[in-house]
């Protein structure tokens, strides 16, 4: 029977001597989907990574990847699993397309690793010694490298760390067309505007626990409304605002109200300025980014305004 899950964690624990990296970490990841595994340097996410892709076994806890044991069953998991390189692994002088093809020959029924070449962008660095290559364009071929082998789940970490704006909307292109195949993805990213465009799913981990799950739309909503503006008539008297909301004529007849923000204090505000004999003309909302979750999680800091 195949498992509904590519990747099942219970209770995972990783130490290192006296440190615990990953502390009873627990998630599920559904097959043919994206799920962005987020957090500071430091958080576990390498750790929890290495134990998914059987580099190492867990102290506590149990780890299973397509229905397997990542380690116990490490040889019939690894052809079905691409791993991303972030650095190293291959031989430097050897060029971009011999290295391509020389992991295609390691695959059963690889893609054709001349299509790769074109997708990724890689054909004119085909003769280039790796070496030789720049960050993008060692990343273009990591990528490259981890998707010859046709894998059922895909670990990808940091994908696009390096690659100009063009190579980096290719990559998303190329993980949105994964997901629509049927693969899994399962992805670190510093970038969260990244995540928020191609997770279905998120895990923020943060000192080793897992600080919040759920889809970035999850998680924006469950954080609320940071802004709100309203157009009005210039130069209010503001001596009777609300408890707890600051309200502010950034410019003339532009307000903006920030604090605890919900329907019913919107509702509350737009009271306020009936009141004060005010004609609105209108209104606007903007939720919070994952950005400003992500941070508020991870250090109760709020991510600069975004005018």
């Known amino acids: 029977m195949v498992s509904e899950d590519a990747v099942d964690l219970q209770d995972v624990v990783v130490r290192y001597g006296a440190t615990t990296a990953v502390d009873g970490v627990s998630l599920r990841m559904f097959r043919g989907r994206v799920l962005a595994l987020l957090g500071h ?12 892709e059987g580099f190492r076994s867990p102290d506590g806890g149990r780890a299973r990847v397509l229905g397997l044991d990542p380690i116990a069953d490490h040889d019939a998991l690894m052809p079905r699993l691409g791993i991303m390189l972030q650095s190293g692994g291959v031989y430097p002088w050897a060029t971009t397309g011999e290295i391509l093809r020389l992991f295609a020959s390691y695959a059963s029924n690889p893609i054709d690793p001349e299509q790769l070449l074109d997708l990724l ?3 004119k660095i085909e003769r280039t010694r790796f070496r030789r290559l720049s960050g993008g364009e060692q990343q273009r071929l990591s990528l490259a490298i981890a998707l010859v082998g046709r894998p ?5 970490d940091e994908p ?9 909307h290719t990559t998303w292109r190329l993980i949105e067309q994964l997901r629509t195949d049927g693969v899994s993805v399962l992805l670190t990213t510093h970038l969260l505007d990244e995540a928020e465009r191609l997770a279905d799913d998120v895990v923020i981990m943060r000192s080793g626990v897992v600080a919040a799950t759920g889809s970035p739309a999850e998680l924006t909503a469950a954080a609320g409304i940071d802004l709100l503006s309203v157009r009005a008539e ?6 009777g605002r609300l408890a707890g909301l600051d309200i502010k004529e950034n410019t003339p007849g532009e ?3 920030t604090g605890p923000l919900d329907a019913t204090t919107i509702a509350e ?3 306020w300025f009936a009141d004060a004999g005010a004609r609105v003309t209108a209104v606007n909302t903007r939720r919070r980014t994952l950005e400003d979750v992500y941070l508020a999680l991870t250090t109760g800091e709020k991510a600069a305004a975004k005018r």
């Open 41 to 52: 340097n430091g958080a576990g996410k390498t750790s929890l990574l290495q134990v998914c």
């Open 121 to 123: 962008g890689l054909r």
């Open 152 to 156: 059922e789940l895909v670990f990808l």
């Open 160 to 168: 696009t760390a390096g690659m100009d704006t063009e190579a980096r």
């Open 234 to 239: 210039p130069s209010l008297t503001l001596d």
């Open 255 to 257: 307000y903006a109200i």
């Open 269 to 271: 505000v737009l009271s």
